[in-house]
């Protein structure tokens, strides 16, 4: 098909003491000091000293660090003063951890499971015992099912390198919730429209004017866009955002579409019949570079302002008006592309709205709008290219190419996991889980769960034990972002006037890891020799790993540990030059309005809106975000953060609230539309700034694992209510806000006003 080239080079590049007793009371005595030291000792910090090349992973935004250590102890984090992405800041995220570092809970010792997968008894085992463990039944598995037989759930940097030995070995199942929970639809829409992925490339501090729909800029916290973000409201942009919640990017806003959620597809077909009725588009970039304008112009000339305001049940002046800012300030406006995109299940085609909405108003490559920003290069590490006698891509593809033609990278985790369950197409009989809580990523639990007890080995990989680790027959103690090398962060700083700047910033440790915490490099090399390749493998350590990545620009970690762990060179610009030309990946080298592509696979060419399901009545809908001091379940075990916010809060309406009698601060349980319940409660916030027909809380909380001690039945999981499964056409990922819910108080049902 014709999207075949430009998919799969995004694809190739995507690329205990005694048994039975609590994990969190399997602990050396040594631990007892740390778990109660106060976290800086008495004194000053003159005995303190510095140690550089950090580089964050409580989010995934990265920002480089320094450590203050006495001893051997880390005592402080700071941002790297020599940094031109984050500077001297960090986040309360970034600050707290050292709170994970020295989480008592945290797990310490390799670990095999006596009792039954889900209601785990821990037993402290050898890492020799551990690995050959893990190697003969990975092993038995291939033998006996072949490498289709292994699947592996995977997230965040330390899970490169193992990912990389499972691809030698010629694993096909493959899944990680960044594509399929969070961003697919974002970067495989926009590469099908614009020809590049833009991530969240956009010139914020420039720009005369901003669009963010549904962005939670202010509360994902990731640093330097927040910066990024704030520098454009000071230098006077006009802010519009598309949210049916007040969320912290709405407080800033000029204008507040408080849209209904589902329609946002709607809204954007709307701003660009308007914009094409008055003849207020960038005439001049459309002409040269875009491909489809007349199709796309009868396409949404049905969205008149009067139906489009029905549709998505807002005033019809705010079309007219955001529609006219746009025009008035383009080409410099950021129309922001997002990130976390998993929606409604109509998400692809919004995104491609969005996409087409940049178009018409020009605003690529220029200040204020969608840049394509010029990084230093990295190095990749492959492990031998072997033959197996079936191609795991060509497999994967044979599988999930027809039905998902414009998926992202790995398989549709709901799919895999019902091959799971079912053994058809093929038995999948071995789990590896590497640095995911897939019990709080992937939709209906339940079904999670089941997979993984049909499973005849599970391994998981993990720096804490989420609720994920109860599932693992072997669960192994991974060094911390603090403790091991890895990723290799990499940024461009550029400003109207200023000299670009290129950094790249390898992550160091800033102190040595505690009890039998290992690296992932380690790790995968001890696995590979037990199951006969050692004589294959690329490395030995992982700084030969790092260093490997950094080889591609002449540089090495000897040369970065001298450079305070940044090294900085200068950059170009961004923005064309006069007399340069934009160029497209697409396949008509130009930007695709009306994509071929998807007429050949029989989805909509040109972006389309489907309704999505009302509530049910007494219902609403439960939408989720995020929280500026917590990162999903991955910090919800950290003492400071929780402290901040121990729990999610229920955003309800004031004025349903009053008819439902309930008040600020009341303590409440959700019931879906399936009669599924909430394990945990939540304080109610009642408040105007959220539509009447949904309900809101931030995601990641009530963790399950009662190892997690500071995080166990705080607060809603709102994952524990996504049962409903509506897998979207063109990518193969669910929807995440397509499930209603109604409130428990006191053990009575109330139902939400209409």
Known sequence: MAMNLTRRNFLKTASIAAAGIPLSKVVAKAETGIAKAPLIPPGTFKD????????????FWRCQLVGKVRGDRLVKLEGNPKSIDNGRNLCARGNSGIKLVYDP??????????????????????????????????????????????????????????????????????????????????????????????????????????????????ENIHLSHVKNFVRGVENGSKVVVVDPRFSAAAAKAHIWVKIKPGTDTAFLLGLMNYMFDKDIYNKTFVKKYCLGLKRLKKHVAEWTVEKTAKECDIPANQIVEVAELLAENAPHVSVHPGRHAAWYGNDFQRVRANACLTAILGAMDCPGGILRIKRMSIGHVHWPEVEHDEDPEEFALAEFEEKYPFRPPGTPPEMMRDTMISGKPYPIKSMVIWGTNSIKTMPDQEKTMKALANMDFVMVSDVSPTDITMWADILLPEASYLERYDHVERGTQWDQGDTPKQFIAPRMPLIDPMFERKDPVWVTNELAKRMGHG??????????????????????????????????????????????????ATDSGKIELYSEAMEDEDFPPLPTYTPTEEPPKGFARLIYGRSPVQTFNRTANNAWLAREMPENPLWINDESAKKMGIKDGDRVFLENQDGKRSTGSTVVKVTPGIRKDCLFIAHGYGTYNPAMSVGYHKGIDDNELNTKINREGETGISGMRINFVRIVKDGKVINIPA
């Open 535 to 584: 004589k294959d493998i690329p490395l030995k350590t992982q700084e030969e790993f790092v260093d490997q990545l950094l080889k591609e620009d002449n540089l090495s970690l000897a040369k970065l540990r001298k450079l305070d762990g940044i090294y900085i060179q200068p950059g170009e610009s961004p923005y064309l030059k006069e007399g340069e030309e934009p160029e497209f």
């Open 48 to 59: 303190t000293k510095t140690v550089t090349g950090g580089v964050c992973e409580m989010c």
């Open 105 to 218: 809970d945290r797990l310490k010792y390799p670990m095999k499971n006596i009792g039954k997968r889900g209601a785990p008894k821990w037993q402290k085992i050898s890492w020799d015992e551990a690995l050959n463990i893990c190697a003969k039944k990975l092993q038995a598995t291939i033998d006996t099912y072949g490498p289709k037989g292994i699947a592996i759930w995977y997230h965040g940097a330390s899970s490169h390198y193992p990912n990389a030995y499972f691809d030698y070995l010629g694993v096909p199942n493959k899944y990680e919730p960044a594509f399929y929970q969070c961003r697919g639809q974002t970067a495989m829409a926009m590469m099908q429209t614009l020809g590049f992925v833009p991530n969240e490339d956009v010139d914020m501090p420039n720009s005369k004017a901003m669009l963010l729909v549904g962005c939670h800029i202010g």
